[in-house]
């Protein structure tokens, strides 16, 4: 894998949001960037020549002067690839340290990256992904400008699902070095659920069980945090244990926040690779950037 952020895309205005919030970012780390605009096309009759093709690599270019324009340091890189969407993707992951592309929310990536499209490449990118939005609050964590100034008390933070029950550790990585690269504060959630069944039991059964599974759950996020709380001493690591469904309680906690980390699991099936339901209610309705870490 590269040192390099890569940012899709395909002169809509979501693609635009995600190239930008990609120069912060790749400016922030010390990272060149790389844009990169992928056109479908056949053998036979490829789509992205002609008359298409000048007009697309122009904008590709222009954005990529734009960006260099506002951060003269930062090496900026654009590539037209005249290829199947998913497949371009899929292989800017496989030498990104980050791979960012814009969202419309309440559906699926626009542009390049359309349908079942969307799906495929997060349940299978091996980089980490990022989804933002055309939006003001989705400019980045603290909603800092161009310069990184130290965050203001009050300014969005950090937060990161975790699902103690799969690896935790690659997303809770990125997010503390989000976090700290950004001098945001960091809250981590927990979402839980009583075991199947206990509804049955009586009230003070149920009270008393309840108390021991949330103490229980207590204990555990605080023991993932522990090693990363001494890996950064001074920035504010928060945690929030949350009962109830966790697609729902994630975007209820994400309310607020700069960026939303989360982990996923790649998943096969007939129909193609594919996210988990907590990871499809987050990227669809949650509004700002959404990081998808992939921890198989």
């Not at 992928?38 to 992205?48: E, I, V």
């Not at 090496?75 to 992951?93: F, K, M, N």
């Not at 496989?94 to 814009?102: K, Y």
């Not at 929310?105 to 359309?114: D, E, I, K, M, S």
Request: charged share 20%; proline share 9%.
């Amino acid at each position: 894998m590269s040192r390099l952020i890569i940012a899709g895309f395909d002169v809509s205005t979501e693609s635009t949001a995600a190239t930008d919030w990609a120069a912060r970012e790749a400016r922030r780390r010390g990272l060149p960037l790389e844009l990169i605009q992928a056109w479908p096309g056949s053998p036979s009759r490829p789509l992205g020549t002609g008359q298409a093709e000048r007009w697309g690599r122009q904008r590709l270019a222009d954005q990529a002067d734009a960006i260099r324009a506002r951060f003269p340091e930062l090496d900026v890189r654009a590539a037209y690839v005249p290829d199947d969407p998913v497949a371009v993707l899929e292989a800017a992951a496989d030498r990104a340290t980050m791979l960012v592309l814009g969202s419309r929310g309440l559906g699926t990536l626009r542009g390049f990256v359309v349908g079942s499209v969307s799906q495929q490449v997060l349940g299978r990118a091996n980089c980490p992904v990022v989804l933002v939005r055309a939006e003001p609050a989705a400019a980045a964590p603290g909603r800092q400008a161009d310069e990184p100034p130290p965050a203001a008390t009050g300014e969005p933070g950090v937060t990161v699902g975790l699902d103690l029950e799969h690896p935790y550790e690659k997303a809770l990585a990125f997010a503390f070095e989000a976090a700290s690269l950004h001098r945001v504060p960091l809250t981590a959630v927990r979402v839980w659920e009583p075991p199947p069944g206990s509804e049955y039991l009586t009230f003070g059964a149920i009270a008393s069980m309840d108390e021991e599974l949330e103490a229980d759950e207590r204990r555990r996020l605080d023991a993932a945090l522990a090693p990363w709380r001494e890996r950064y001493p001074d920035l504010p690591a928060a945690t929030e244990l949350l009962r109830g469904h966790a697609g729902i309680a994630l975007v209820e906690a994400a309310a607020h926040a700069g960026l939303l980390v989360i982990g996923a699991r790649h998943r096969s099936s007939p129909l193609g690779a594919h996210l988990g339901p907590v990871a499809h209610a987050v990227i669809h309705h949650v509004r700002c950037p959404v990081a998808v870490v992939p921890f198989s």
